[in-house]
């Protein structure tokens, strides 16, 4: 289905050019009237496009259904003009566990765009499409925003229905956006939150105009910097880059400063194990998630696709194995040992125990500040192959958006510079529950100071912005 | 390892076994840093929003019920087959 040897942020079609202006006005006025919107490959479609979750357990399924995010971008008029590469299942920090296609860092092709959202990300930063749809379980919308100089939004979890998107791990999926600017994520996330029917997890609580939070006054809002974040960075930096985030989180800090922003320190002391919490909570509820997958009501079966014939276990057995990438079967088992008979309290309910400890250290953070402002990534974009032999090196690639997610908290990653490598650099805002429109005002004032969200990589296409 | 897999219903080959063994042995040990963590007393979170018993009305609103989803693996055109879970 896919070519294997492409480098599109897209599984299948590429969207055709559009009439960008046409979509720009429209944003600029708060509407996605007609607006081509690319859906990342994890959200299920009924419109023909198969629905893949970049695996080859999916690589046939077509969907009866939409789900609930790519409906109500259809319903205020925007056109899904595309299916967006991920890491399989969404499990990855790179893109490069896509069994279906490569995709690129439109900043520089021999890059990772990041991941899980990497060609969603890559899609809004060469500028083929202004608005993509993502998730984010462990950061997967905010760091491939990072890596290739967009802005990704998370929301607070339960603000945005998960009806619809293949689920990996229930407490922590969230779906987000990718734009190219504040306002228009301010845009996006008004159309797309609000509770659903079919999603028991999703919130009922009023979705304010996100847009009407974008004043430019940041006076008096009070900013914490966690010091267990500036120590993670100093331990986990390319070791030949100069400080170049932790520079860039002194420049933000300034330019809020110096917009009224006051700012104060803040200590989040549970932030180390916030990774190790993240590999044992997510890998179980993805084992349970994935067990699904057994070859007999949809997806890689063994007896269809290759003819064979065996038992009924063996059925599960051989269509798992087949169907599911290196990464996926990492997880599926780290998981399935956190949760068998002996392990489950020394690991996965010792990590949920944890899980409470992080959350609580926002709770007391967030009782003396307004945001927390940290780097979305210890480094910028890493290269193809970096990684993938080493999996802990990649889990560790999402140190600093994990905690927000495990305590279910709403955070963007907005553009912040460049390194001396010309590699986007990203700055995350995380706010208190429910807090979208503090995050939003924030990083929208920031963005207002500086124009890193409208430079664009080499590989950009001829559209506005 | 093999226990592991097989709870998992997945198929490693002997190279597969001793790859995973020593990365999910690396993660475990990294992971192992939560036992420095003093969690007597905290309760365990399993999911962030507080929401409970959020219930709805026991009817069917799906007119497609019925149907074979398109890519039901082995079916008879109204109804999925399934190999014998006794003997083959």
Redesign the interface.
Known sequence: MVDAATTSPYLGDAPKPADSAAARQALDKGSLKDVPVAAKDIMVTADGRKSTAASKMLERYESPYDATVVRKVLDAGAKVVGKTNLDEFAMGASTENSALGKTVNPWDPARVPGGSSGGSAAAVAERSVPVALGTDTGGSVRQPAAFCGVVGMKPTYGRVSRYGLIAMASSLDQAGTLTTTVADAATVLGVIAGPDPLDATSVDREVPDYRKALTGDVKGLKIGLPKEYAELLAIHRDEDDEDEVWNAVKATWKTLADAGAEFVDVSLPHTKYAVSVYYLVMPAEASSNLARYDGIRYGHSVERDTGWQGSLEDVYFQSRTQGFGPEVKRRIMLGTYALSAGYYDAYYKKAMQVRTLVTRDFEKAFKEVDLILTPTTPTTAFKQDEKTDDPLAMYLADIFTVPASLAGLPAISVPAGFDKGNLPIGLQLIGKHWGEETVLRAAHAYEQAHDWHAKKPPAAKELPR | ?EK??R??????SDEETVK?QD??S???H??G???E?D?KN????????G?AN?L?DDEIKNE?QG?L??????HDGTN?R????F??
């Open positions: 390892m592991v897999a709870l998992a219903r997945l198929a490693l995973y990365q999910l690396s993660i475990l990294y992971i840093q939560l036992d963590v969690t905290v309760p365990p979170t399993a999911q962030v929003t929401a959020v709805a497609r149907e989803p398109v890519d039901v693996p082995v999925i399934v190999r014998g879970v003997d083959g």
